[in-house]
């Protein structure tokens, strides 16, 4: 199994900036992908960013590119999700995810709290 454990929630104003980070732990090595997901109170779950071990690639939702940046440390098993110019509508539970890709997550983070005000 793969463990995650996000952190670097909290609260920010609008235009502020976070750091989330993702430190994964067990039989990493059957992933070779970690990314972000976000869920508002009463609204699905929905994509942030992802990020390949083994290549180059990340992908970032339209509703994000250009204020979130997403990263990796790969000797620590860690991926960070850098963001700035927040809005209030960034406000969720972000979820950390790992998967064999980038399009095939199957492992969940516990979540951790981002809150932006206006």
């Known amino acids: 199994q793969v463990q995650l454990v996000e952190s670097g929630g909290g609260w920010v104003q609008a235009g502020g900036s976070l750091r989330l980070s993702c430190a994964a732990s067990g039989r990493t090595f059957s992933t070779d992908a970690m990314g972000w997901f976000r869920q508002a109170p009463g609204k699905e779950r929905e994509f942030v960013s992802a990020?390949?071990?083994?290549?180059?690639?990340?992908v970032y939702a339209e509703s994000v590119k250009g204020r979130v940046t997403i990263s990796r440390d790969s000797a620590k098993k860690t991926v960070y999700l850098q963001m700035n110019s927040l809005k209030p509508e960034d406000t969720a539970v972000y979820y950390c995810a790992a998967g064999v890709a980038i399009m095939s997550m199957e492992y969940w983070g516990q979540g951790t709290q981002v809150t932006v005000s206006s």
């Open positions: 990020i390949s071990w083994s290549g180059r690639r990340s």
